[in-house]
């Protein structure tokens, strides 16, 4: 892997930046967009050795499985998320290198915060980190692979049912 130079960078992060607002503010649609057809989408429980054929995972989806997971929160009637939970995501310590298939690799610590507006009026902070197969596309790029590793993955977790 290579590193990139400051503009691609930027390019990079403000492409991530996007992402996470998408996210935190539940447009699914838009978000959606930001998805390559041959995306995964991974939450593993594992840790770093975690290969997602063979271990338990929270999230294991393919682009077809998350497009159903969208669905049902655009619905509005996945009681869950109904009303959705008020989130906030913050990223630090971003990396960004180009791999050696030409596709932009991403690594950032994380923590969202979700406040439960459902029954329970509950605070859950989600830490980790979360990494990113990138392809460009156009003027931008499209996530190809986004994989969050959370803290507390062998704990206890709370209800995991929105995009982390």
């Known amino acids: ?17 996007n992402e996470c607002q998408l ?3 539940s447009r699914w649609e838009e978000w959606e ?7 995964h989408y ?22 077809s499985r998350l497009r159903t997971r969208l669905k049902q929160l655009k619905t509005g009637t996945r009681h869950s998320q109904s009303p959705i939970s008020i ?9 960004v290198r180009l791999a050696d298939d030409g596709l932009t690799q991403v690594e950032a610590n994380f923590v ?8 329970t009026m509950t605070m859950n902070t989600w830490p980790g980190r979360v990494q990113y ?20 993955a062998t704990g ?9």
Do not use: H
């Open 87 to 95: 989130m906030r995501r913050m990223l630090s310590n971003i990396v």
């Open 1 to 17: 892997m290579s590193t990139v130079e400051e503009n691609a960078y930027r390019r990079v992060c403000d492409f991530i930046f």
């Open 156 to 164: 206890n977790l709370p209800s995991l049912a929105f995009i982390i």
């Open 42 to 63: 991974w939450v593993p429980v594992a840790g770093a050795d975690a290969d997602p054929d063979r271990d338990v995972s929270i999230i294991n989806d393919n682009r």
């Open 112 to 119: 969202v915060y979700e406040y439960q507006t459902q029954s």
């Open 23 to 25: 996210a935190d503010e």
């Open 133 to 152: 197969r990138l392809r460009e596309k156009g003027n931008s790029f499209e996530i190809v692979q986004k994989r969050v590793d959370l803290i507390m």
């Open 33 to 39: 967009a930001l998805l390559a057809d041959d995306m």
